[in-house]
């Protein structure tokens, strides 16, 4: 396990019981294609709510030790889920099928991830497109505004960083992992619930260690850091 905080037989009733929200949510989200229609208004939502769902199986699922190759489909349904559900309104789950894009190497959803990414004009974001560009470098930057400074700007300070000094971005990166990550958390994705507990790893870090090249042996004992994530490929 990565995680000792609970036993292995707690992680796999909260597996478990991630399995039985997928399941349940995928037939709720067929019944309404059944009775509404396929571009029912619900459905966009519906199809987040399971992206989440594979998101928090996949999360116990590292906790638990699983590799790179069992951890891959709940990988793939959560980006593709993820990817209908950002129909619905701006970025939705964008940033976060982004980061799983760049960690596990998963090019053939580039040109969705673009089609989300330019649907809103208005909301143009310059970390957006930044993590966008890691994963197609042929795409050019143009957003001038960063939308979400509370989430984003450390995060984005740390690209910047890069440019000219890498050991001061892995610092950078490093103080966001062990004093501000934790602070960003929104209950019901990542939760300290004490019958849903499923460990706590910024995978965002670990998708910028990949994409800047950055060297991560100071991030390795940081309680947050999910160090084998970032070497998976």
């Known amino acids: 396990m990565r995680d000792n905080t609970k036993t292995l037989e707690f992680y796999k009733k909260v597996y478990d019981m991630d399995s039985g929200f997928i399941e349940n949510d995928r037939g709720r989200i067929q019944r309404i294609i059944e009775q509404r229609g396929a571009d029912f ?17 996949f999360y116990v699922s590292y906790t638990m030790g699983m590799s790179r190759e069992k951890l891959l489909p709940d990988v793939k349904k959560c980006i593709e889920n993820g990817l209908l559900g950002c129909n619905g309104n701006v ?3 964008l940033e976060r099928i982004m980061y799983l894009t760049i960690i596990f190497s998963l090019h053939e959803y580039n040109d969705d991830i673009k089609s989300r990414l330019t649907k809103f004009k208005g909301y143009q974001d310059i970390y957006m497109e930044h ?10 930057i143009t957003a001038e505004k960063l939308f979400w400074q ?6 984005f300070e740390v690209i910047q960083l890069v440019q000219s000094d890498k050991t001061a971005a892995v610092q950078r990166l490093k103080t966001f992992v062990n004093k501000q990550w934790f602070k960003t958390l929104k209950d019901g ?7 849903c507990y499923r460990g706590f790893w910024c ?3 670990a998708a910028l260690v990949k994409a800047l ?3 991560d042996a100071g991030l390795k004992d940081c309680k947050y850091y999910p160090y084998d994530m970032a070497h998976f490929c």
């Open 91 to 93: 970025y939705g789950d």
């Open 213 to 215: 090249g950055l060297d």
């Open 131 to 140: 993590l966008y560009h890691f994963i197609n470098d042929s795409f050019e």
């Open 203 to 205: 995978i965002e870090a």
């Open 189 to 195: 994705i990542i939760t300290n619930n004490s019958k």
């Open 41 to 57: 208004e619900t459905i966009p939502s519906c199809y987040s709510g399971i992206a989440n769902d594979y998101f928090l199986r």
């Open 150 to 155: 509370k989430e984003c700007k450390p995060l």
